[in-house]
C-alpha cells in the first residue's frame, strides 16, 4: 500500500526558511515523478515544484530561485527547501507521487500547512 507522508510545516516570518519532507511508503519511488503542490484558501490547487525520477526539475515562476526540490532515493524521501519565504507562500502544502505512466494514477499526501506571516 502506497503512503505519502508529508511533514515539516509551520508558522515562520516573512524572508525565514522551512524544509518539507515527504516519506514515500510501498514501492513507486523509483519510478515516480515526485512534485510539491500548494493550495491556498480560495484558490486552486497549483503545482511549486517537480523532480523526475531522472532528477530533473522544474519549478513554478513564483518560487524559482527560492525553492529547491530534492529527493534521496535510499530514505524513499522528497524535500521541499523554502527560502525567503513571502506572506504569499501561505498554504498547504501537498506531496505528489505521479506513477500515471506505469499505473494510471497518482498518489497525494494529506498535506502540510505552511503560514508565513508578515
Known amino acids: 500500500q502506497v503512503q505519502l507522508v508529508e511533514s515539516g510545516g509551520g508558522l515562520v516570518q516573512a524572508g525565514g526558511s522551512l524544509r518539507l519532507s515527504c516519506a514515500v511508503s510501498g514501492s513507486i519511488f523509483s519510478m515516480a515523478a515526485m512534485g510539491w503542490y500548494r493550495q491556498a484558501p480560495g484558490n486552486e490547487r497549483e503545482l511549486v515544484a517537480v523532480?523526475?525520477?531522472?532528477?530533473?526539475?522544474n519549478y513554478a515562476d513564483s518560487v524559482k530561485g527560492r525553492f529547491t526540490i530534492s529527493s534521496d532515493n535510499a530514505e524513499n524521501t522528497v524535500y521541499l527547501q523554502m527560502n525567503s519565504l513571502k506572506p504569499e507562500d501561505t498554504a498547504v502544502y501537498y506531496c505528489?507521487?505521479?506513477?500515471?505512466?506505469?499505473?494510471?494514477?497518482?498518489?497525494w499526501g494529506k498535506g502540510t500547512l505552511v503560514t508565513v506571516s508578515s
Open positions: 523532480i523526475t525520477s531522472g532528477g530533473h526539475t
Open positions: 505528489n507521487a505521479d506513477v500515471k505512466k506505469y499505473y494510471g494514477m497518482d498518489y
